[in-house]
Nanobody, 124 residues
């Protein structure tokens, strides 16, 4: 399985962006997808996670109510809709996949497949 994150860019504070996480290969093995982000000088942090079907989701408190995970009607990709963006949301965003477990998790060491990041810049 390979993952590709895309959709990053520059936006003014209060704006919106939609990130995509596209999976290829044996996508039937994916059970959960997570979004994480890293700001220079900081550790990577959890943003959101969902079942691969998008039916069960969980969010970091910092993005709850502003970000939402959804899935394309064709099943792939899985999206991260980001609304009401703040300068503090500026980061490289990564999607990751997990092929085991029972519920979406915020623990990055439980994800075994990672895509490359996509940069999101929010200006004030």
């Amino acid at each position: 399985v390979q993952l590709q994150a895309s959709g990053g860019g520059w936006v003014q504070a209060g704006g919106s962006l939609r990130l995509s996480c596209t999976a290829s290969g044996n996508t039937g093995s994916i059970k959960f997808v997570g979004w994480f982000r890293r700001t220079p000088g900081k550790e990577r942090e959890f943003v959101a996670a969902a079942t691969w079907t998008g039916g069960i989701t969980t969010y970091a408190n910092s993005v709850k109510g502003r970000f939402a995970i959804s899935r394309d009607t064709n099943g792939n990709p899985l999206y991260l809709q980001m609304n009401s963006l703040k300068p503090s949301d500026t980061a490289i965003y990564y999607c990751a996949a997990r092929r085991s477990g029972l519920v979406p998790t915020s623990r990055e060491n439980e994800y075994d497949i990672w895509g490359q990041g996509t940069l999101v810049t929010v200006s004030s």
